[in-house]
């Protein structure tokens, strides 16, 4: 009796990681091959002494706005938008959007526009703590992960919906293994109060920054390791093309100093064996049955990188310690500071840079 019911159990174990129904549907797809940590991408420890500012107010800030004054504004994980001083102290809840708050930009008008992953694209005002609604859906498909945004100057909101399937928090992980091409870049113009799609078909569609001389804006693609450039300008306006292929980490925030260094948030080194599993929708599958704790583990290790205009790497900064401030989701430059957001930390932190010459930031 006893070994037929441990052949059942095995049977049953067998079944469930090979065939149980999942909520995914992993399409095939070929990842280049993984750079190596060196040259360019050489691991170092610049980041190891990071300041870890605004500690246990809340878990995930995972995005950085600073405004005229100088005051700092984050979300985290409960909704809450928090402002502090450039020292991390002197907190202040503003409001509460009853989502989870992600991307964050000051607008023209001195509104803090929010990337919502739950509410959508919203509207603050950090005076009054008014809260409005800009847009929930485009062309009839609502949002389900509003991610990130920059904002023009003349008032255009440029922002991701990082997936129209998988919403935020554990379901991004979701939308990376099925590779789906549920991700979209777009636009929202505050005049027409109409949501524009710029790029559709992204693999989660993440971080948004635009050119110094906003001719073009970036889209970071989690699941493809890309970044993804729409033309605003020019004679290729209404087109996109890659900016940079083949990121040694996966990207996640990126942001402009609008001095011509675009600052790249890698929320961890590549996965060799999730790149492995690629072409294998049955073996992502399999992923995805076992316990969380058993599948592949991003390693912990801060990560972010500065790319000029053309698309060369002008900054590398990592630290790979056990005590490292990772992962780093956001980056954001204040004169010679950089602000690293984090969607798992219970801090934000910020790091001086060795230079300030404008575009001679540290490699």
Do not use: C
Request: proline letters at 6%; a negative charge.
């Amino acid at each position: 009796m006893k070994k037929i019911l441990s052949a059942l159990l095995v049977l049953g174990v067998f079944a469930y990681l090979f065939f149980w129904p999942v909520a995914v549907e992993p399409k095939a797809w070929q990842a280049p091959s993984i750079p190596k940590l060196e040259g360019q991408y050489a691991s170092n420890d610049l980041l190891e002494n990071v300041r870890r500012l605004a500690q246990k107010v809340g878990v995930g800030p995972e995005s950085i706005a600073i405004d005229t004054q100088g005051f700092i504004y984050t979300g985290y994980e409960d909704g809450r938008i928090v402002r502090f001083d450039l020292k991390g102290e002197n907190a202040k809840e503003i409001t509460n959007t009853q989502g989870r708050p992600l991307g964050l930009e000051f607008a023209p008008s001195g509104a803090l526009i929010i990337a919502d992953g739950i509410q959508g694209l919203l509207s603050l005002n950090t005076t009054t703590g008014e809260l409005k609604t800009l847009s929930q859906s485009a062309e009839g498909v609502p949002f389900k992960f509003a991610d990130d945004l920059d904002v023009a100057r003349d008032g255009k909101i440029y922002f991701s919906d990082a997936s129209s399937k998988f919403g935020p928090a554990l379901h991004a992980r979701d939308d990376v293994i099925e590779h789906g091409g549920h991700g979209r870049l777009l636009q929202y113009d505050p005049e027409t109060k109409q949501t524009k799609v710029l790029v559709r078909d992204l693999e989660f569609a993440n971080g948004v920054a635009l050119s110094q001389d906003e001719s073009f804006v970036l889209v970071t693609e989690t699941g493809n390791y890309d970044i993804v450039r729409y033309w605003l300008k020019g004679e290729k306006t209404g087109t996109s093309d890659i900016f940079y292929h083949n990121l040694p980490g996966i990207p996640d925030g990126i942001s402009s100093n609008r001095e011509g260094v675009f600052w790249v948030a890698l929320f961890a080194p590549r996965n060799a064996l999730l790149d492995f599993a690629a072409p294998y929708p049955w073996f992502r599958k399999f992923f995805f049955r076992l316990p969380r704790f058993l599948q592949p583990q991003p390693a912990r290790h801060a990560f972010v990188l500065g790319l000029n205009e053309d698309g060369q790497v002008v900054a590398n900064l990592q630290d790979n310690s056990p005590a490292a401030f990772a992962p780093v989701t956001s980056v954001k430059q204040h004169h010679n500071t950089l602000y690293l957001g984090s969607l798992t930390q219970d801090s934000f932190a910020a790091f001086t840079l060795a230079k300030t010459e404008q575009n001679q930031e540290i490699k």
